[in-house]
């Protein structure tokens, strides 16, 4: 697939991917690149009247002001809350790339780059052969790792990076989310280790109900380097 942009990647469930997806394309966009968040694969959709689901992480890209069609911004929905390659199976499909990579070019004809949000983190199966980090290497695009600054993420993070460059994947760069004011000398250290790996771009800070408060500014130190791998 020949397209400009990013896959924005976890090293874990929950660790804030759809928030830094929201933030990069606010900054993105008022900086004037024609940009569009989409999430290929999304489980744990809610159902809805007259057979409509709701997707979650696509509701949170139309609260950051992104106009397209909610419908165009996922190749495929899933209620159970699961793993892809399980959530299709318990619907009793698969879940295959031309599909998505078809609703890539539709978006594509419109935008000039795209911010591709992974599920989960790379080692994720989409279906029995491939998983998160082959839809990448497929897409082209080079990995956005959003990780966690607290006990635990110097393993995730460095087993993420690692697995990403045997997959052959070029990395962008590290952002931290729900990086406290103050920072301990634990989250001090884990930042400036995993800095030796990786460009480390920024950190969104600890907000209570960030989600309520998408239109913040996004804090990345280095931002004008994600900008020049854009061009």
Not at 66 to 71: G, H
Not at 109 to 115: A, C, E, F, Q, T
Not at 179 to 201: C, D, G, S
Request: with cysteine; aromatic share 8%; glycine share 8%.
């Amino acid at each position: 697939m020949n397209a400009n942009g990013f896959f924005v990647t976890g090293t874990d469930t929950e660790v804030g991917k759809t928030i830094v997806t929201c933030l990069l394309y606010q900054l993105l966009h008022e900086r004037g690149f024609n940009v569009v968040p989409f999430k290929p694969i999304q489980t744990g959709t809610i159902s809805q009247d007259e057979g409509h689901s709701l997707a979650p992480d696509v509701e949170m890209y139309k609260k950051s002001g992104v106009r397209e069609a909610s419908s165009n911004l996922s190749a495929y929905l899933f209620e159970p809350p699961c793993s892809p390659h399980l959530a299709s199976r318990l619907v009793g499909t698969t879940i295959d790339f031309p599909v998505i990579f078809e609703t890539m070019r539709n978006l594509s004809r419109n935008y000039n780059s795209i911010l591709m949000e992974g599920a989960g983190g790379l080692s994720v199966p989409i279906n029995e052969q491939k998983d998160m980090a082959d839809l990448a290497k497929e897409a082209g695009f080079p990995l956005l790792i959003v990780a966690r600054p607290n006990l635990g993420t110097i393993n995730h993070t460095l087993q993420t990076i690692y697995y990403a460059k045997s997959k052959g994947l070029r990395i962008a760069g590290v952002i931290f989310s729900n990086v406290p004011a103050e920072k301990t000398f634990i989250e001090e250290e884990n930042i400036r280790y995993i800095q030796q790996f990786a460009p480390v771009l920024g950190s969104i800070p600890k907000v209570r109900e960030i989600e309520e408060k998408i239109g913040s500014a996004i804090y990345l130190q280095h931002w004008p380097l994600l900008l020049k791998q854009k061009n």
